[in-house]
């Protein structure tokens, strides 16, 4: 499984930016997508997942409201899209598979090591 995310850049606080993960290399049927994100000096942390059959999502709770993730199976994308953005945004972006997702709960797995394939991550940078 290989994924490439993109759509990072450089923003103004209250903009809007959505990313995108592209996804290849087998189905994905089974799988939990989700994005991750650090920020300069602090660890990788959750911000939300979907699972790639039904559709349901789950976020973290400093993110709802903001954010809203989304699939589309056709292409094989992945996408964050963030609203009201804030300096503290301000972090790397990465995209992430768990192949067996499915099969837990939304609340389960949302630790980096529960994931097997990474993206390269993108760059948010949010300017007040």
């Known amino acids: 499984v290989q994924l490439q995310a993109s759509g990072g850049g450089l923003v103004q606080a209250g903009d809007s930016l959505t990313l995108s993960c592209a996804a290849s290399?087998?189905?994905?049927?089974?799988?939990?997508m989700t994005w991750f994100r650090r920020a300069p000096g602090e660890e990788r942390e959750f911000v939300a997942k979907?699972?790639?059959?039904?559709?349901?999502?789950y976020y973290a709770d400093s993110m709802k409201g903001r954010v809203t993730i989304s699939r589309d199976r056709a292409k094989n994308t992945m996408y964050l899209q963030m609203n009201s953005l804030k300096p503290e945004d301000t972090a790397v972006y990465y995209c992430?598979?768990?192949?067996?997702?499915?099969?837990?709960?939304?609340?389960?797995?949302?630790?980096?090591?529960?994931?097997?394939?990474w993206g390269q991550g993108t760059q948010v940078t949010v300017s007040s």
């Open positions: 992430a598979a768990d192949p067996t997702g499915t099969y837990y709960n939304n609340q389960d797995r949302l630790q980096p090591t529960d994931y097997e394939y």
């Open positions: 979907i699972f790639w059959s039904s559709g349901n999502t």
């Open positions: 290399g087998r189905p994905f049927s089974t799988y939990a």
